[in-house]
C-alpha cells in the first residue's frame, strides 16, 4: 500500500513549515516573506492524517493500492497566510510578493 500524503501540519512540526513559522513569526510581530501567494495546496491536520494510515493499515482493500490522503479541500497559500496573520495579529501586512516562486513551484489557478 502506498499513501500519498498532502501538507501535514500540527504538534511537533518543524518550525521551518509554512504554517508553524507563520505562527511564530506573527507572536513575535514580524511577517515573514512571501510568494505571491497563488498556490493552492491540501493543509491536513496530523492526527487524520495518522487515523487514515491506521484506517489503510487495517483494511485488506488498500493492500497493492496507491491512496492519496487529503482532506478534499484546497486553499490558497496567500488565504491561509491572510487567516492565521487576522486570527493572531491582524495589525501585520504580509509581505506577498516578496519571493519569487521556485522554478518547480506547483501553481494551479483555480
Not at 26 to 34: E, F, K, M
Not at 65 to 93: A, H, P, Q
Request: charged share 25%.
Amino acid at each position: 500500500t502506498i499513501l500519498r500524503l498532502f501538507n501535514v501540519f500540527g504538534i511537533g512540526q518543524s518550525p521551518q513549515m509554512l504554517i508553524p513559522e507563520l505562527i511564530l513569526s506573527c507572536l513575535n510581530g514580524r511577517i515573514i516573506d512571501l510568494t505571491k501567494g497563488e498556490q493552492r495546496r491540501e493543509f491536513n491536520y496530523v492526527k487524520d492524517v495518522v487515523e487514515a494510515i491506521f484506517l489503510a493499515s487495517k483494511t485488506e482493500k488498500s493492500v497493492g493500492k496507491i491512496i492519496n490522503v487529503g482532506c478534499g479541500s484546497d486553499k490558497k497559500i496567500r488565504d491561509v497566510v491572510n487567516f492565521i496573520v487576522d486570527y493572531i495579529d491582524n495589525s501585520l501586512t504580509p509581505e506577498f510578493g516578496s519571493l519569487n516562486y521556485r522554478d518547480n513551484e506547483i501553481c494551479l489557478s483555480t
